[in-house]
T-cell receptor, first 112, second 118 residues
Framework: GEDVEQSLFLSVREGDSSVINCTYT??????LYWYKQEPGAGLQLLTY?????DMKQDQRLTVLLNKKDKHLSLRIADTQTGDSAIYFC????????????FGKGTKLSVKP | GAVVSQHPSWVICKSGTSVKIECRSL??????MFWYRQFPKQSLMLMAT?????????EQGVEKDKFLINHASLTLSTLTVTSAHPEDSSFYIC??????????????FGPGTRLTVT
């Protein structure tokens, strides 16, 4: 079956690195995504990674994919208070046109 | 990046009335649009998928006669909650899938509509 798991909460201090973890169950997932949701707002696509990649870096964001363990992580360097939000991991099995399966989201709190 | 708008952003209605929510892709053509429902502190639940000009495909457990979806054009989809009840109160989010020039297909989300039924 399809299932995406995330821890629900993460708290870090401003300036530290944040690492948000996600596990998925379907090994046929082709695309994996990270979305950010600020309070009362929709989802903002942060980044995505193809299943044939191990790592993708985009400015302060680093995505690591371990296909063997079906584990995905998002690292935010130099975390700022503006990064406080809920972060959703999602998998897409039918290529980029497949429906997204979301995790429950990790609430990141950044303390000054 | 791609922009998806939703209107209204917040609506309060009385039980028994119908509410229409619009979702527009502003700078790209959306081949497919999705409607999600999000309960407090929970993930997004896919309600239905619609392709322009054809009937929507509803997920199991979603009443198609209650949640009417119309995808009239490549830039507009509407969700009508008919005969709304307090249990329909929720945050409704649409997303649109399309391709920006030179890029892959991606799914972009609207800002959401908070529906409160009294």
């Amino acid at each position: 079956g399809e299932d995406v798991e995330q821890s629900l909460f993460l708290s870090v201090r401003e300036g530290d690195s944040s690492v948000i973890n996600c596990t998925y169950t379907d090994s046929s997932s082709t695309y994996l995504y990270w979305y950010k949701q600020e309070p009362g707002a929709g989802l903002q696509l942060l980044t995505y990674i193809f299943s044939n990649m191990d790592m993708k870096q985009d400015q302060r964001l680093t995505v690591l994919l371990n296909k063997k363990d079906k584990h995905l992580s998002l690292r935010i360097a130099d975390t700022q208070t503006g990064d406080s939000a809920i972060y959703f991991c999602a998998e897409s099995m039918g290529g980029s046109q497949g429906n997204l399966i979301f995790g429950k989201g990790t609430k990141l709190s950044v303390k000054p | 990046g791609a922009v998806v708008s939703q209107h209204p952003s917040w609506v309060i209605c009385k039980s028994g009335t119908s509410v229409k929510i619009e979702c527009r892709s502003l700078d790209f053509q959306a081949t497919t649009m999705f409607w999600y429902r999000q309960f407090p502190k929970q993930s997004l639940m896919l309600m239905a998928t619609s392709n322009e000009g054809s009937k929507a495909t509803y997920e199991q457990g979603v009443e198609k006669d209650k949640f009417l979806i119309n995808h009239a054009s490549l830039t507009l989809s509407t969700l009508t909650v008919t005969s709304a009840h307090p249990e329909d109160s929720s945050f409704y989010i649409c997303s649109a899938r399309g391709v920006l020039a030179g890029g892959p297909y991606e799914q972009y989300f609207g800002p959401g509509t908070r529906l409160t039924v009294t």
